[in-house]
């Protein structure tokens, strides 16, 4: 790999892994597997290694991620909270222990290995026995605190007093976790009420648990289990096996088992032998963690900025089962892709049984050869669906022919029989091609284009799930999704989600539900409602950016600004055209030359005219596709259908234009812990008011906003010149005072 290569990859990796991250942490809905995501921060750091001139200081893989959220109030750790580093191999597991081998100058080592849970880190503070505060994680240094929420959990699951001899003032850590039978009990539940099902116990505990209001958090039985120590006065422990005793002492949930081993010949032993219990305990467990049982040697060892030195998790692949492919069946997606998926001879894996899974794409599909009628292995690990890893060739019956999309679905489209064509699309590696239904009115697009409408990170209309989706779709009630609006409550009630033989009626109930969330949404935001309506190309980051910068459809729909973003690339095209060493299309002649110059002043003056600050502060999210394609939606036949709809529903979504054009033109560059913003509030309102954040500091950085325990960017920004500004600053600034 080049060195460019390497640089562009490691740019990629920080995009997608953020991205992920967010999605895990933040909004508890993952899109790719634990062992995907723990894949891409792997790539990453071994770019990083290769390749030391990349590394960014903010890198994943130095940082311990951060699960804060608005609305919690923000409490420091009196000793940090860090990470685990982790490995899916033996090798590096070995090599753990050769370090602390020769760090500790003994081969003499002592270690536990215990499950590690899959749930959610949290801190319990016990004053004089007495339980006093929860917090997560956070950022490591510094949580939400969740005591209401947490105290919502049992008193017979978690003592709110210490038994025994209890230390003065003790951080007690562990995991909050959601047992298979309460997860399934609410899935099933959601799934009476027509809601969007849960992806799995993980995610739904660290939703619930970031609930604001405890009532609802109450709803939902939690459970938690405590397994290491933060701060603890006086110091009482020596080793984690006498933690682990005194943690049941105190009367506190402790694990089901764990094992205390000399040597790493013992700790992979105790590894394997947890991997055949681990499946019998009431929480999900992805590895184990061995940790060097004495604590002395623990401090010998110390830490780095993410995780200790003494510590590793060992992760366990995710479980896979062998199965038949009966057939490939081909979807119809939101956005009209036709996307093969595998129907299999049903197979138990990981708590359920398993008959559907996702094949991703044709070439995906030929690149693992896989042909129906082969024995395949699949994967499930905690998403909601799970994927076909491999086939079987050399198992297979001589003359199954390969899979041929097209053919299987006889040149059209399965849903609606209208044409096909094929496109370019993202794909895991990289650009791949599908075919997609080109009829935006198919009752399959309608369906998807309905259920996103109302799914959690759109509209957020809460009961609209799948099947009540395509029920609307298929009577015919809903054609765009804001026909919701005209549907009444009482056709909504009595909507048979069964069959003529079986019906089973949606409910009055379910149906009241519906109904308020729909009004609710009315009110939401432009970025809310532009990402919610399916707009081509317009995914969630550039919905927000749009919504900043309109104050309504009304002025989205013949948007300067995108007219200018479009403007400008024309002109820079011409330019590129026209300079010397272009290739392409070099003006034949002066008389050409001069007729293209002609137009750039043309553009140029239009430019102007369009609004001369409008651009300034434009970010890479609105580029001209963006732009074309948001334009051209608005103009469209359905494009006009949705606008006037809107109005007729006298919806009229408001952008949040805050302040704008205070910033424009500024790049800001965050580190450290401001005294009472979040960083993400601080962003926000940068971004508000035009300006751009960026992740390191360079010439071009009009400001340092520097709060507590400021790191290297500090240093940087003064080498360079750049001002530095602590948050009264920039609060001065933003008032424009
Ligand atoms: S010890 C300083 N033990 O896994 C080390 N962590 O991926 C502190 N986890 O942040 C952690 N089970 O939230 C430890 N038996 C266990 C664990 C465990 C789950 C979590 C913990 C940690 C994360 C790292």
């Not at 994927?387 to 019956?397: D, G, H, I, M, N």
């Not at 990289?430 to 697009?445: F, I, L, M, P």
Request: net charge negative; proline share 4%.
């Amino acid at each position: 790999m080049s060195p460019s290569e390497a640089q562009h990859r490691i740019a990629q990796l920080h995009a997608e892994v953020a991205r992920h991250e967010e999605l895990y942490r933040k909004e508890a809905q993952p899109e790719i597997s634990d062992f995907a995501f723990d894949l891409l921060v792997h790539e990453l750091g071994e770019l990083e290694q290769r390749f030391p001139q990349f590394a960014r200081a903010d890198s994943p893989t130095q940082q311990i991620g951060d699960d804060r959220t608005e609305g919690f109030k923000e409490v420091a750790h009196r000793q940090k909270m860090l990470s685990l580093d982790n490995t899916y191999n033996e090798t590096e597991l070995r090599a753990f222990h050769a370090r602390l081998v020769k760090l500790l100058e003994t081969d003499d080592l002592r270690y536990t290995v215990e499950p590690k849970i899959d749930g959610l880190a949290v801190s319990l503070t016990y004053e004089d026995g007495k339980l006093v505060r929860a917090v997560t994680r956070g950022k490591g240094d510094r949580g939400d605190d969740i005591t209401r929420n947490v105290l919502t959990i049992p008193e017979a699951v978690l003592p709110r007093q210490l038994t025994g001899v209890a230390p003065r003032l003790v951080e007690i850590r562990g995991e909050i976790y959601m047992t298979q039978a309460e997860f399934e009990r609410l899935n099933a539940e959601r799934a009476a009420a027509g809601e969007e099902l849960y992806a799995n116990p993980r995610n739904t505990a660290a939703g619930t648990i970031k609930q604001l209001d405890p009532t609802e958090v109450a709803k939902r039985r939690l459970s938690i289990v405590l397994y290491s120590l933060g701060y603890c006065e006086p110091e009482i422990v020596r080793s984690q096996t006498e933690l682990q005793e005194k943690i049941r002492a105190w009367g506190l949930p402790a694990v089901e088992k764990y094992w205390t081993v000399r040597g790493i010949d013992e700790a992979w032993a105790a590894i394997g032998g947890l991997d055949q219990l681990r499946r019998t305990f009431a929480y999900g467990t992805d590895g184990a963690v061995v940790k060097l049982d004495s604590v002395e040697q623990q401090r010998t060892a110390g830490a780095t900025d993410k995780s200790p030195r003494w510590a590793i998790a060992y992760k366990y692949k995710p479980d896979t089962a062998r199965t038949r492919l009966k057939s490939i069946t081909i979807q119809v997606g939101k956005t009209g892709i036709l996307s093969p998926v595998a129907e299999l001879e049903p197979v138990f894996l990981s708590l359920s049984t398993i008959s559907r899974a996702t094949l991703h794409n044709e070439d995906e599909i030929r690149r693992k050869d896989i042909r129906v009628g082969d024995l395949v292995e699949i994967e499930r690990a905690g998403e909601v669906i799970p994927a076909v890893l491999r086939s079987f060739p050399e198992e297979r019956l001589a003359g199954a022919p390969e899979f041929d999309l097209l053919a299987a679905v006889g040149g059209k489209c399965p849903v609606c029989g209208g044409r096909i064509a094929r496109v370019a699309v993202d794909t895991e590696s990289g650009v791949g091609a599908a075919w997609k239904c080109q009829n935006y009115d198919c009752r399959a697009q309608r369906a998807g284009r309905l259920g996103f409408f109302c799914s959690r990170r759109a509209l957020a209309i809460d009961g609209l799930g799948e099947t009540v989706a395509a029920k609307l779709v298929e009577l015919d009630l809903v054609r765009d999704p804001p026909d919701l609006y005209d549907v009444s409550l009482e056709t909504l009630a009595t909507l048979n989600l069964g069959t003529a033989d079986e019906p089973r009626v949606f409910g009055e109930k379910n149906a009241t539900k519906l109904v308020a969330a729909r009004d609710a949404a009315r009110t939401l935001p432009l970025e809310k409602w532009l990402y919610a309506l399916s707009v081509p190309d317009v995914g969630e980051s550039t919905a927000r950016e749009l919504g900043q910068r309109h104050r309504n459809f009304a002025e989205l729909v013949d948007s300067k600004l995108l007219r200018a973003v479009l403007q400008k690339a024309a002109l820079e095209e011409e330019k590129e055209r026209d300079s010397p060493n272009s290739k392409k299309n070099p003006a034949k002649d002066e008389a050409e030359k001069e007729r293209r110059k002609a137009r750039r002043v043309e553009i140029e003056a239009e430019l102007a005219a369009l609004n001369g600050g409008v651009l300034a502060g434009v970010p890479s999210e609105i580029g001209p596709a963006v732009a074309a394609s948001a334009l051209e939606f608005f103009a469209s036949e359905p494009g006009r259908r949705l606008l006037t709809k809107l109005d007729q529903l006298g919806i009229d979504p408001q952008g949040t234009v805050l302040e704008a054009g205070r910033f424009t033109g500024k790049t800001f560059v965050l580190t450290g812990t401001l005294p009472t913003m979040k960083r993400e509030e601080a962003e926000q309102k940068i971004l508000a008011a035009g300006g751009k954040v960026s992740g390191s500091v360079s010439k071009k950085t009009s400001y340092v906003l520097a709060g507590a325990e400021a790191g290297s960017k500090l240093d940087k920004a003064r080498d360079l010149g750049v001002p530095v500004i602590d948050e009264a600053e920039f609060l001065r600034l933003l008032s424009g005072a």
